[in-house]
């Protein structure tokens, strides 16, 4: 019987994929049979996820990447696309920041774009001739609700997701006759460390009573997994998924359409 949503031999680059959904996503991508390539910041924390699938007899490798240094980024590209070119790229490295627009420094600004757009557009701009070359490929961003509703205190987060939306659209319009499809997924909150420690540093003493606060904001009741959002990943890179470019797909709990206050 024919196995829904594999990818086989697919060779796929994850970025941030050391922890947290880009974590979920190599594990997940990993068991559908891609040849996954593992790029983070923290270099033991995506050695740890890489010998994780590969002791279960599927591929993984790790690399040590700053996604806001281009050369380095098309150093790795290269070398990962030596033997057979990339099919699959998950722009998933991304950081936060609390703070409406007089809480947000220079320095904060700055360094949100470096690693929420431009790293996007670093990995974006080296893998792309390489599909287009190989007759094609996928693309998929990790956006955020802030990418298209307002959001408390989130000025520099909501700027940087809202261009990683609009790189989605116009690299699915650009690139569509070279059969690469570019869409973008687009999370409300979701269980991950950074959320934990969020909560530890800032409320101290009360991060029971702060975690069920904010897993209510999500009209559904709760936060949302990191695995639920690795299998619409998975789905958007399979090839039941074909006919679907130039999207943003909310995985929400209802947020953006239910939520009224």
Do not use: W
Request: charged fraction near 20%; include cysteine.
């Amino acid at each position: 019987m024919k196995t829904k949503f594999s990818l086989q031999n697919q060779k796929v680059i994850i970025t941030g994929g050391g922890s947290g959904i880009g974590k979920a996503i190599a594990k997940t991508f990993g068991t559908q049979g891609a040849d996954v390539h593992i790029l983070d910041i923290n270099i033991d924390k995506a050695n740890k996820i890489a010998a994780e699938i590969s002791s279960k007899g599927f591929k993984a490798k790790a690399y040590h990447c700053n996604v806001a240094n281009y050369k380095q980024v098309s150093k790795i590209v290269n070398q990962i696309s030596e033997v057979s070119p990339v099919d699959i790229l998950i722009n998933n490295a991304g950081i936060a920041h609390v703070g409406n627009i007089e809480a947000c420094s220079e320095e904060d600004l700055d360094r949100l774009y470096e690693i929420n757009i431009k790293g996007v557009y670093n990995f974006s701009k080296a893998c792309i001739p390489i599909m287009k070359n190989k007759g094609g490929g996928i693309i998929l961003n990790m956006a955020s609700i802030a990418s298209t509703v307002g959001i408390t205190d989130r000025f520099a987060y909501s700027m940087t997701k809202g261009a990683v939306l609009t790189m989605t659209y116009s690299i699915a319009k650009d690139y569509i006759n070279d059969n690469i499809r570019c869409n973008c997924i687009s999370p409300a909150r979701v269980h991950t460390p950074f959320v934990d420690g969020f909560i530890k540093k800032n409320y101290p003493g009360k991060e029971l009573e702060m975690f069920d606060k904010l897993s209510n904001t999500q009209p559904i009741g709760r936060m949302g997994k990191p695995q639920e959002i690795a299998d619409l990943a998975l789905f958007l890179c399979s090839k039941e998924s074909s006919f679907i470019t130039g999207s943003n797909y909310g995985i929400d709990g209802g947020y953006v359409t239910l939520n009224s206050k």
